[in-house]
Antibody
Framework: EVQLVESGGGLVQPGGSLRLSCAASGFTVSSIRMSWVRQAPGKGLEWVSFLYSDDRTFYADSVKGRFIISRDDSKNTLYLQMNTLRAEDTALYHC?????????????WGQGTLVTVSS | EIVMTQSPATLSVSPGERATLSCRATQSLNSYLAWYQQKPGQAPRLLIYDTSTRATGIPARFSGSGSGTEFTLTISSLQSEDFAVYYCQQYNGWPLTFGGGTKVEVK
């Protein structure tokens, strides 16, 4: 059974950093495209970043240069390093797994971890 | 950036009735359009991809159609568990973008 469990969220001041983790089970993160999608409180969905199995990375313009997506194959875990955080980064961050065929979709989702950027 | 616009923002439907949700893109998507369902307090669920292909385990009452820039999600006979927010997503180009969502509520 595919499972994704996020952690690492919390309250951080503007300009601060946070690293989110997404522990995967039921499949190997290195073999399937993985992503982060966020949802600000009461708002819609916003794609953040994608990591391909060949290590190519893609980012939304709103986070490019500040966020870094990566994975640790030995821990079967996806990460999102978030730097220079802004109030507008406040959101529930979900990790998601693509279809096995690699389509840039969000097939399996975690429940999310909440990031609050505030002084 | 491809901008996705969903309409209506809220759709009031009685159980058993048909619901039709629309999604429009600012440029052609080559059928690379997906639909997601999100219930309160839950993560979204992939319903439809490639405009009309149902994801694994999705009931046949959900169907997708469209082409170019205009797409539709139809729920043929609304069940109680279908009242939720629905999002479309394009994956024809970067950045990947979602529509603002349509809330399907009980009439």
């Amino acid at each position: 059974e595919v499972q994704l469990v996020e952690s690492g969220g919390g309250l951080v001041q503007p300009g601060g950093s946070l690293r989110l983790s997404c522990a995967a089970s039921g499949f190997t993160v290195s073999s399937i495209r993985m992503s982060w999608v966020r949802q600000a409180p009461g708002k819609g969905l916003e794609w953040v970043s994608f990591l391909y199995s060949d290590d190519r990375t893609f980012y939304a313009d709103s986070v490019k240069g500040r966020f870094i997506i990566s994975r640790d194959d030995s821990k079967n875990t996806l990460y999102l390093q978030m730097n220079t955080l802004r109030a507008e980064d406040t959101a529930l961050y979900h990790c998601a797994r693509d279809l096995t065929t690699g389509r840039n979709l969000f097939h399996y989702w975690g429940q999310g971890t909440l990031v609050t950027v505030s002084s | 950036e491809i901008v996705m616009t969903q309409s209506p923002a809220t759709l009031s439907v009685s159980p058993g009735e048909r619901a039709t949700l629309s999604c429009r893109a600012t440029q052609s998507l080559n059928s690379y359009l997906a639909w997601y369902q999100q219930k309160p307090g839950q993560a979204p669920r992939l319903l439809i991809y490639d405009t009309s292909t149902r994801a694994t385990g999705i009931p046949a009452r959900f169907s997708g159609s469209g082409s170019g820039t205009e797409f539709t999600l139809t729920i043929s006979s609304l069940q109680s568990e279908d009242f939720a927010v629905y999002y479309c997503q394009q994956y024809n180009g970067w950045p990947l973008t979602f529509g603002g969502g349509t809330k399907v509520e009980v009439k």
